[in-house]
Every structure is written in structure tokens, then in C-alpha cells.
């Protein structure tokens, strides 16, 4: 069959022939129609994720959208190692497989499954989000910070704010529902107290999909809001900025701050594709926004290496 493989640690997929999965016991096959790219799908085929078989040659891809041999549309994830969902055919078993909505398309499920999922998740499962609590979203103009700020609101936030580094697509980001947007600028004195007016007024739960200077910033004005307002629930989601800060420990025994994380190893596979199924039961319905780019899988080398922060590439595979 034909494939995005990776030949080794590093290297960049290539359109190429690898071996046909064969089901397992208890595993279905699927003829795959769907996979999209995403920062995770990156790190896993370059060996660097934390998830990563480190298994060489390997097909690309952590989830997808296809067909069973009865003609029932699924979204599957997490195909054994060293198969990926970038490929004509997978394997994967039925508690690792969710039925589409009719309304929902195959390019629509694919790209919002992985961006959406992280905060759906984080949100529900980790934060364990209240309706009319105050929401700060940490990276908002991305395509899972985008979703974040849809997704808050639907499940019911008071208030969201969103912080980012592009001023432009900052602004986009408020017509998707941010109903404050804080530009994530370079005096960091200055930034502190910005985020420091919005913990005075209270902010129950952050998302973070950033991390380095941002949040050490975040959670220093949160520990200087103190008891004065509310317990914080800090959710870290992705490390864009980098994979360390520094925290001071008196930010910690000063405050209320919960720091978690959401992501594969915190949360188990089941609860997971409950948060994409409600995702895709909420996706039309809700009329949740997300930019998409159709590319197909024999054009992955080229894709690979395209920015896909304003529209999600997906690799279309034999439609």
C-alpha cells in the first residue's frame, strides 16, 4: 500500500510503498480517507515525542478517518506501532473507533479531531470546567487555541480570554467569542500586569498551550492575586515557546494554583474518544470554525514542511 513513511529519527516523510497491516484479533481494517498533521503527529515521526515507539520505518500519523468493510464512517486513533492513520489502509479495534455524525465531512473530522480534543479534554476531564467560571486561554491563535475559545463557550464559560503573539489574527480570535484578548508582548513587567488585572477579577481555569515565558509570567500573577481571588486550575497542553520555565516555589506555597497536565499518559485512550465524540456531536451543531488545507497523501513531502498554524493540512487518501 502507499504511505507517508519515515525512514528514520528525523526525516521527513516520504510517499512511498510499506507493508499492508493485517487486523489482529479483534482489530477491523479500515481504508483510510482522512489523516490530518498536527504538532503531535511531528513529534511522534521524528522520535522526539514522549509517546514515540521509536520504532523505525514507521507510517506517519497518530489518527484518522475511514471506512470499515461494512461502509460505516469511523474516526480511529492510536494504530500500533509501526503502523499510522497517513496511509491507504489501517488496523485498529473497535474501542479505539468512533461512528461519525452524518453531518460531519471526513476533511472537517480529521482536522478538528487532535486540536479540539486537547481542550475539549482539558476542559472536562482535567479542569473539570463549571458553568460560569472564567476561562484564559494561553496561545489563542492557533488551531487548537482557536478551538479552545469555541469550545469554552459552548461548554459553558462565563468569560473567555485569549492571549497571543500575532496581533492580526488576535483579533479573529475575538470574533470566534474571546471576550478579552491580551497580546503576548516582550516587556514582560508589563505583560505580568496585564494578566494580573484579569486574576484580580478572578480566572478559574487556564489553558495553556504555550508554556515557557508566558506562563512563568501567568502563574507569578496568579500567585500575586493570592487569596484575594479565586483557585486557579492551570492546565498545561503544549510547549510552542519551549519545554521548560522556571517557577519559584513560593508561586506555589503563596497561592491556590493547580498545576496539571492533559495529554496522552494523563488522561487514559477511553476518555479521550469520549472527548472527540462530543467534539464531533457538537461540531455542526455548534457551528465550531476551523481553516483546512486538502492536500493529497502523495504530495505529504511537500506538506510536511508547509506552516499549518492558520489552516489544518489534512492528507486526502483515495477520495
Same mark, same amino acid.
Given at each position: 500500500?502507499k504511505?507517508?513513511?519515515?525512514m ?17 484479533a479483534?482489530e477491523?481494517?479500515i481504508?483510510v ?11 511522534? %515521526?521524528? #522520535? !522526539? ?5 521509536g ?5 506517519a500519523? +497518530?489518527?484518522?478517518? $475511514? /471506512?470499515?468493510?461494512?461502509?460505516g464512517?469511523?474516526?480511529f486513533g492510536?494504530p ?7 496511509a491507504e ?17 471526513d ?17 472536562e476531564?482535567?479542569a473539570?470546567l463549571q458553568?460560569?467560571?472564567?476561562v ?6 492557533? %488551531?487548537? #487555541? !482557536?478551538?479552545?475559545?469555541?469550545i ?7 468569560? +473567555?480570554?485569549?492571549? $497571543? /503573539?500575532?496581533?492580526e489574527?488576535?483579533?479573529s ?15 514582560e513587567a508589563e505583560?505580568?500586569?496585564r494578566?494580573?488585572?484579569?486574576f484580580?477579577?478572578?480566572?478559574d ?5 504555550l ?26 497542553i503544549?510547549a ?9 516555589s513560593?508561586a506555589l506555597?503563596?497561592?491556590?494554583? +493547580? ?11 477511553d ?14 451543531p ?18 510536511w514542511r508547509?506552516?499549518?498554524s ?10
Open positions: 500500500m504511505a507517508a513513511v519515515v528514520g529519527a528525523g526525516q521527513t516523510p516520504r510517499y512511498a510503498d510499506f507493508s499492508e497491516p493485517t487486523p489482529a479483534g477491523s481494517k481504508t480517507t482522512a489523516a490530518a498533521t498536527s504538532q503531535v503527529v511531528r513529534s511522534r %515521526a521524528s #522520535g !522526539r515525542h514522549y509517546s514515540s515507539s520504532q523505525f520505518p514507521l507510517v500519523g +497518530v489518527d484518522g478517518v $475511514g /471506512r470499515l468493510d461494512d461502509g464512517r469511523v474516526y492510536m500500533r506501532a509501526p503502523y499510522g492513520s497517513m489502509r489501517a488496523v485498529a479495534p473497535p474501542s479505539r473507533c468512533l461512528a461519525l455524525p452524518d453531518e460531519l465531512d476533511v472537517t473530522a480529521a482536522a478538528i479531531a487532535n486540536p479540539g480534543m486537547s481542550s475539549w479534554a482539558a476542559l476531564e482535567r473539570r458553568a460560569g467560571e472564567t484564559l486561554i494561553n496561545g489563542a491563535t492557533g %488551531a487548537a #487555541g !482557536r478551538l479552545a475559545v469555541q469554552a463557550n459552548h461548554l459553558g464559560a462565563k468569560k +473567555v480570554i485569549a492571549t $497571543g /503573539r500575532n496581533i489574527a488576535l483579533k480570535v475575538a470574533d470566534l467569542g474571546a471576550d478579552v484578548t491580551i497580546p503576548l508582548v516582550n516587556d505583560l505580568e500586569e494578566f494580573s488585572r484579569e484580580a477579577q478572578g480566572v481555569v487556564v489553558l495553556d498551550n508554556w515557557g515565558k508566558s506562563a512563568e509570567r501567568l502563574i507569578a500573577a496568579g500567585a500575586k492575586a493570592g487569596a484575594e481571588a479565586v483557585p486557579i486550575r492551570f492546565v498545561q503544549g510552542v515557546s519551549g519545554a521548560d520555565i522556571t517557577l519559584p513560593a506555597r503563596s497561592s491556590a494554583i +493547580v498545576l496539571m497536565g492533559s495529554g496522552i499518559g494523563s488522561i487514559p485512550f476518555r479521550f474518544l469520549r472527548a472527540i465524540d462530543g467534539l464531533f456531536r457538537a461540531t455542526v455548534a457551528g465550531f470554525k476551523i481553516a483546512t488545507n486538502p492536500v493529497s497523501l502523495s504530495d505529504v513531502e511537500q506538506a508547509r506552516d499549518d492558520a489552516a489544518r493540512i489534512v492528507l486526502t487518501i483515495g477520495t
